[in-house]
T-cell receptor, first 110, second 116 residues
Framework: RKEVEQDPGPFNVPEGATVAFNCTYS??????FFWYRQDCRKEPKLLMS???SGNEDGRFTAQLNRASQYISLLIRDSKLSDSATYLC???????????FGKGTTLSVSS | IAGITQAPTSQILAAGRRMTLRCTQD?????MYWYRQDLGLGLRLIHY???????GKGEVPDGYSVSRANTDDFPLTLASAVPSQTSVYFC???????????????FGPGTRLTVL
């Protein structure tokens, strides 16, 4: 089982739609979870951290289920500018850096 | 404030040549990282540095070396480039040390390297 798995998509949705991405991780000892966003041929940028109780930032909601080792990202009222690849990121085993999923591609159309 | 800069932006290199990718950050971050990103494989860690003077191996270190002589600079060297090293290389930094795992990583704009 890969350390961080995501559905690669692409997810093609109209403007205004709600879309959810899922991610599973293999290391039950992981403590830190993030969603990064990457635009085409650009560097990844932090979208939001994921906290145990779940957290919301505007139209974006992140959830963590430690028992199932599952992370989700919900985007409400999708905008054209949300089109990007979303990377699920989890900290690795002690002494290593972050582990990145391969990403889920979202395309929002008018 | 520039954040993280990388040079060159892109490079075409003959196999067997030596190449150094440069990375400089002006945020006084302790930790720095080098990743490569390949289609279908995602971001993979090559080497990292917790603080100036120390370095460590990541997931795919073979064929690469790094040094961390000071806080700001973290160059990545390909001693003898091979075509499989064709990739996009991203440098990143974070305020804390690698072991903290909780710091935001800031990425540079990347270097697109083609080895022929």
């Amino acid at each position: 089982r890969k350390e961080v798995e995501q559905d690669p998509g692409p997810f093609n949705v109209p403007e205004g739609a709600t879309v959810a991405f899922n991610c599973t991780y293999s290391n039950s000892a992981s403590q830190s979870f993030f969603w990064y966003r990457q635009d085409c041929r650009k560097e990844p940028k932090l979208l939001m951290s994921v906290y145990s109780s779940g957290n919301e930032d505007g139209r974006f909601t992140a959830q963590l289920n430690r028992a199932s080792q599952y992370i989700s990202l919900l985007i409400r009222d999708s905008k054209l500018s949300d089109s990007a690849t979303y990377l699920c990121v989890v900290n690795g085993q002690a002494g290593t850096a972050l582990i990145f999923g391969k990403g889920t591609t979202l395309s929002v159309s008018s | 404030i520039a954040g993280i800069t990388q040079a060159p932006t892109s490079q075409i290199l003959a196999a067997g040549r030596r190449m150094t990718l440069r990375c400089t950050q002006d945020m006084r971050h302790n930790a720095m990282y080098w990743y490569r990103q390949d289609l279908g494989l995602g971001l993979r860690l090559i080497h990292y540095s917790n603080t100036a003077g120390t370095t460590g191996k990541g997931e795919v270190p073979d064929g690469y070396s790094v040094s961390r002589a000071n806080t700001d600079d973290f160059p990545l060297t390909l001693a003898s480039a091979v075509p499989s090293q064709t990739s996009v290389y991203f440098c990143a930094s974070s305020a804390g040390e690698v072991l903290s795992h909780t710091d935001t990583q800031y990425f540079g704009p990347g270097t697109r390297l083609t080895v022929l």
